[in-house]
């Protein structure tokens, strides 16, 4: 059974980086996409980015305007998050997620429980 | 990428049916046949429930069912449950490797 784990949560100043991880087991990571995902505090699910199987193409939503940068270890069978210039916006619990294939088959079959970022001075 | 459109609430009485609509634009509901429906109870990672509109992954419950029409995606919730009280997404591909949530629907079972 797929294993998602996230961590690297926590408080963080506005205008410093933050970097998450998710650590996967139960499949073969390195034959599957990946994606982030974020929920602020009582609001809806916000795609975050997208990364192929193999990490040589990364996408990402238009509203992080490039602070944001997604990685993998395939030899770890890890995902990662690097978040900077982190503003009040940006606190949301983070979950990342399987995709169904590994250069996007469109949904994400499996979920991580998250990790809860909080951007405050 | 704006977010596709769901109602706010919904609500129905245990064995009823209710329908959940996810209204999109011709960039993303209409042009893939690529939206799948997300159940997340409170505190909770969401959970697939409806993929590619139509189909049910394993151990999902066939009372769960999508559709689509248009620029308009549906999820059908058939024999209502008081477990099936919870909140639902819609997603679609918007496509150049993109997604678009919809801003969620609390299912009330009364």
């Known amino acids: 059974q797929a294993q998602l784990v996230e961590s690297g949560g926590g408080v963080v100043q506005p205008g410093r980086s933050l970097r998450l991880s998710c650590a996967a087991s139960g499949f073969s990571f390195s034959t599957y996409a990946m994606h982030w995902v974020r929920q602020a505090p009582g609001k809806g699910l916000e795609w975050v980015s997208f990364i192929w199987y193999d990490g040589s193409n990364k996408y990402y939503a238009d509203s992080l305007k490039g602070r944001f940068t997604i990685s993998r270890d395939n030899s770890r069978n890890t995902l990662y998050l690097q978040m900077n210039s982190l503003r009040a916006d940006d606190t949301a619990v983070y979950y990342c997620?399987?995709?169904?294939?590994?250069?996007?088959?469109?949904?994400?079959?499996?979920w991580g429980q998250g990790t809860l970022v909080i951007v405050s001075s | 990428q704006s977010a596709l459109t769901q109602p706010a609430s919904v609500s129905g009485s245990p064995g009823q049916s209710i329908t959940i609509s996810c209204t999109g634009t011709s960039s993303d509901v209409e042009s893939y046949n690529r939206v799948s429906w997300y159940q997340q109870h409170p505190g909770k990672a969401p959970k697939l429930m409806i993929y590619e509109v139509i189909k049910r992954p394993s151990g999902v419950s066939n009372r769960f069912s999508g559709s689509k029409s248009g620029n308009t995606a549906s999820l059908t919730i058939s024999g209502l449950q008081a477990e099936d009280e919870a909140d639902y997404y819609c997603?679609?591909?918007?496509?150049?490797?993109?997604?678009?949530f919809g801003g969620g629907t609390k299912l009330t079972v009364l």
């Open positions: 997603c679609s591909y918007a496509g150049s490797s993109t997604w678009v």
């Open positions: 997620a399987r995709d169904s294939a590994g250069t996007g088959g469109g949904y994400f079959d499996y």
